[in-house]
């Protein structure tokens, strides 16, 4: 069955360093996307990718955030100079069509890369 | 952000028995409904669906509800089976696969 890949499954940086975090969404999926889970809270929406350009993003998705996709295959996220709160579970996802009355709204979420910053 | 709210943190049940997970919502432009299950160092799993439309949607085991006028969604599972323990999640799709979760509620299905 296929699924979503993410790498590194925990990456530990310093204070003020960058990190790239990966993915590799389905292969005929057409739309991804970030989420994030600081350590016993809610699942956060970051930001959705469509067409190699963002469609949405949260406040949280601020200009120390970004995402490409390099190629046809990955899809990443890079945070430019990592705070402590940035610690969290990261969740990249994709889904074939975008939610809404045509679809069911589905997305595949990849096993997440643990980010924890010292 | 408490647009998708899970009052439960936990449920308890006996195999066999009915597990009944609740939601309740603040924004009526919400168009989609989701439930998903996470297990420990795993990803959300997506489990059933309902559009804002329906009242009802039935997969297996697994039967969501929406009940539009209080703004409130259940997802019944029939058996509850131990392979059913894990953390349960609320979803909202508002846009371009933007999910809104609730906090997720804990259910331990006993032997």
């Known amino acids: 069955e296929p699924e979503v890949t993410q790498t590194p499954s925990h990456q530990v940086t310093q204070m003020g360093q960058e990190v790239i975090l990966r993915c590799v969404p389905i292969?005929?999926?057409?739309?991804f996307y970030w989420y994030r889970q600081i350590l016993g809270q809610k699942v956060e929406f970051l930001v959705s990718?469509?067409?190699?350009?963002?469609?949405?993003k949260s406040e949280i998705f601020d200009d120390q955030f970004s995402v490409e996709r390099p190629d046809g295959s990955n899809f990443t996220l890079k945070i430019r100079s990592t705070k402590l709160e940035d610690s969290a579970m990261y969740f990249c996802?994709?889904?074939?069509?975008?939610?809404?009355?045509?679809?069911?709204?589905?997305?595949?979420f990849g096993e997440g890369s643990r980010l924890t910053v010292l | 952000d408490q647009q998708v709210k899970q009052n439960s943190p936990s449920l308890s049940v006996q195999e066999g028995r009915i597990s009944i997970l609740n939601c309740d919502y603040t924004?009526?432009?919400?168009?989609?409904f989701l439930w998903y299950k996470k297990y420990p160092a795993e990803g959300p799993t997506f489990l059933i669906s309902i559009s804002s439309i329906k009242d009802k949607n039935e997969d297996g085991r697994f039967t969501v509800f929406l009940n539009k006028s209080a703004k409130h969604l259940s997802l019944h599972i029939v058996p509850s089976q131990p392979g059913d323990s894990a953390v349960y999640f609320c979803a909202a799709s508002v846009a371009l696969g933007k999910l809104i979760f609730g906090q997720g509620t804990t259910l331990q299905v006993k032997p």
């Open positions: 990718f469509y067409n190699n350009e963002i469609s949405e």
């Open positions: 292969s005929n999926h057409l739309y």
């Open positions: 924004n009526s432009m919400f168009d989609y």
């Open positions: 996802a994709s889904s074939e069509q975008a939610s809404g009355r045509a679809s069911t709204g589905e997305l595949f």
